[in-house]
């Protein structure tokens, strides 16, 4: 195969044929698809997280599950910026030709709004176990439920990744 014919000195890419720009197009219209499951999830939660404080029950909270609620909300709202920071983001550095560069930030936001989502769903499901059974088999449900996810948006990606993907991509 000749340098012309596998892409090599034209600008394209090999595999999908396709020049660094519309690479960039593509990954970013990949990842907003992604934004819009993981955002939508995270503002559900956090907007149920905030009515919590005005229910009477939440006046018989200890100070333990009062603090789990307070880390459990600053990390909702964490995610939450960092679910919308993508956005914000593409508004601002719109049509100043730098979409690959948009691209990357964009994803470093999305993968930190992940995992501050772990925290907040792991810190929400501590809190309502701790309410619901007064058990001390509550670590224990809630290590075993962020292990699971865990495995499912971290160990099985990064594994398919090097798995089935040569160092060269």
């Known amino acids: 195969m000749t340098t012309q ?3 090599a000195g034209t600008g394209l890419r090999n595999g999908r044929n396709e020049t660094p720009e519309e690479r960039a197009d593509r990954q970013w219209a990949e990842l907003l698809q992604e934004v819009r ?3 939508t999830g995270v503002q559900i939660l956090f907007g149920f997280l905030l009515t919590v404080a005005f229910t009477p029950r939440f006046t018989e ?3 333990t599950d009062r603090a789990i609620y307070i880390a459990t909300v600053l990390l909702g709202s964490l995610a939450t910026g960092a679910l919308i920071g993508p956005v914000s983001f593409h508004r601002i550095v719109s049509g100043r030709r730098i979409k690959p560069q948009t691209v990357t930030w964009a994803s470093r936001l999305v993968f930190t709004g992940l995992i501050l989502l772990l925290g907040t769903l792991a810190a929400a499901l501590l809190l309502i176990l701790r309410v ?4 001390g088999i509550v670590p224990w ?7 699971w996810y865990l495995l499912c948006w971290f160990a099985l990606p990064f594994w398919a990744r090097r798995r089935h ?3 060269n991509d």
């Open 5 to 7: 014919e596998n892409g």
């Open 37 to 39: 499951v993981a955002q």
């Open 165 to 167: 993907t040569s160092s």
């Open 61 to 63: 909270l200890g100070d």
């Open 132 to 135: 619901a059974l007064h058990d």
């Open 141 to 147: 449900l809630v290590t075993g439920v962020v292990g």
